[in-house]
């Protein structure tokens, strides 16, 4: 079933509308189908890290590349009741997370919807001057190209011993959503140093990151930009291992 887009789109769908109090959840074909279990633990981890500073209650998140999906202001908000500004790149995705604020109660008065019109900037042109974050979340794009994406897809299926998928992924995805120029590093790193002209307007700082190869020169950028406190988070759900760093400046 788990190499099945449709069947691993039906099962989120599921598990929103009986767990997590959402009346009507869907998203286009192709676009990028999250794992329900492993965006709970980055909300829950998250929380975590915000209550060493206080209370996880009432707070204010962005997430960075929210898509047509609205996974984690979906979790955040029936969970731990957060208000979410969402940002992306994509019009088409933005239309569907729209469509589904507009249709559960729970998310009418929790979420901001907002376009990024350049595709180089991560926070820039998204963060207003009267914002406030607690912490900002992102799930970036992993690959360095499409090729690599389908390379990635097809030895999953090889390892689970179904047959090659000939580039078909099965939690879907489209171009802005799995890769960027750079990767996963250089998406980063961008957010990493635009990161520095908010410092007094976000608390916490977070992002996704897949291949743990990438910390070290990210945890180095953030030394040379002075970042006061830096963390890596492990997660693990069953035998996969998976990993947010986070970073603040006061």
């Known amino acids: 079933m788990f190499h099945d887009a449709n069947a691993v789109r039906l099962l989120n769908k599921a598990l929103l ?3 997590y109090a959402i009346t009507y959840w869907d998203i286009p074909a192709g676009q990028l189908c999250p794992p329900i ?5 980055y909300v829950h981890y998250l929380a975590d890290l915000i209550a060493a500073d206080g209370a996880t209650k009432d707070k204010n998140i962005l997430d ?16 731990y009741g957060w208000s979410f500004v969402g940002s992306d790149v994509a019009d ?51 690959f360095k190209s499409k090729e690599e994406a389908n390379a990635q897809s097809n030895r999953k299926l090889v390892n689970l011993g179904l047959q ?3 580039g078909q992924r099965n939690f879907g995805g489209r171009s802005n959503e799995l890769w960027y120029p ?52 492990k997660m693990q759900q069953g035998n996969k291992q998976s990993r947010f760093l986070a970073w603040k400046f006061a």
């Open 92 to 142: 088409e995705a933005l239309t569907n997370a729209r469509k589904i604020v507009e249709q559960n109660a729970l998310l009418r008065s929790r979420v901001t919807l907002r376009l990024q019109r350049d595709q180089s900037l991560v926070l820039k042109n998204i963060i207003q001057t009267t914002d406030y974050f607690d912490a900002v979340m992102c799930n970036p794009p992993f």
């Open 182 to 233: 750079g990767g996963e590093l250089r998406f980063v790193s961008t957010m990493i140093k635009e990161s520095t002209l908010f410092k007094e307007q976000v608390g916490w700082f977070t992002s996704l990151i897949s291949n743990k190869d990438n910390l070290h020169p990210l945890q180095k950028l953030l030394k040379k930009n002075a970042a006061e406190e830096i963390e890596v988070v």
């Open 17 to 19: 509308l009986s767990e």
């Open 37 to 41: 279990p492993g965006r709970a633990d």
């Open 164 to 166: 090659n998928g000939k």
């Open 64 to 79: 960075v590349g929210v898509g047509c999906s609205l996974i984690y202001p979906i979790l955040g908000a029936a969970i």
